[in-house]
Antibody, heavy 126, light 107 residues
């Protein structure tokens, strides 16, 4: 049973960067996508981007393009989300989540996030 | 980006009631629609994937339906432990998006 273990809480200054890690244990890492989702205090869920480690292919939400970098280290089954030029509005809980896929024959039928980390709190404050 | 509109934004119902939450998308997404439940202070939990498939371990009182642009999450018999916020999410487009959430409370 795959579990995702995230790094600890961070407090950062405006303008700096934060790097959050997400280590997978108990199952295959690189054939699934790893997504990053954040939730500001009292707000809804916001998809930031994803990576498929076996291919190194990344996708980013338009809102975060140029500011977020998602990487993965297959040797340690760990994905990373690096967010730069931090602002107070980036204060949020950041989650990683595994993207699973339903395949019929060779055609992907649906993608969904079935395993989630517990979240990493990032506070941006001067 | 594909826009997701959930309704209502919140609801209050009695234990045992049937609860329905809808999710409408700005363009067709076939059946690439998932539903998540989030309780305060915890990570989201997958309930329904591919619009109508029940995730393993999720009680059968939860069900999903729809395709194209209109989707529904139904709780047939609301239980106290179902108090949570529910989100729809599309995985059809290259970039994924969530609905704004529906907060469910017990009357």
């Amino acid at each position: 049973q795959v579990q995702l273990e995230q790094s600890g809480a961070e407090v950062k200054k405006p303008g700096s960067s934060v790097k959050v890690s997400c280590e997978a244990s108990g199952g295959t890492f690189d054939k699934f996508g790893i997504n990053w989702v954040r939730q500001a205090p009292g707000q809804g869920l916001e998809w930031m981007g994803s990576i498929v480690p076996v291919f190194g292919i990344t996708k980013y939400a338009q809102k975060f393009q140029g500011r977020v970098t998602i990487t993965a280290a297959k040797s340690t089954s760990t994905a990373y989300m690096d967010l730069s030029s931090l602002k107070s509005e980036d204060t949020a809980v950041y989650y990683c989540a595994r993207a699973n896929v339903v395949v019929i024959g060779t055609i992907p039928y649906s993608y969904y996030m079935d395993v989630w980390g517990k979240g990493t709190t990032v506070i941006v404050s001067s | 980006d594909i826009q997701m509109t959930q309704s209502p934004s919140s609801l209050s119902a009695s234990v045992g009631d049937r609860v329905t939450i809808t999710c409408r998308t700005s363009q067709t997404i076939k059946n690439y629609l998932n539903w998540y439940q989030q309780k305060p202070g915890t990570a989201p939990k997958l309930l329904i994937f591919a619009a109508s498939s029940l995730q393993s371990g999720v009680p059968a009182r939860f069900s999903g339906s729809g395709s194209g642009t209109d989707f529904t999450l139904t709780i047939t018999t609301l239980q106290p432990e179902d108090v949570a916020t529910y989100y729809c999410q599309q995985s059809y487009a290259t970039t994924w998006t969530f609905g704004q959430g529906t907060k469910v409370e017990i009357k």
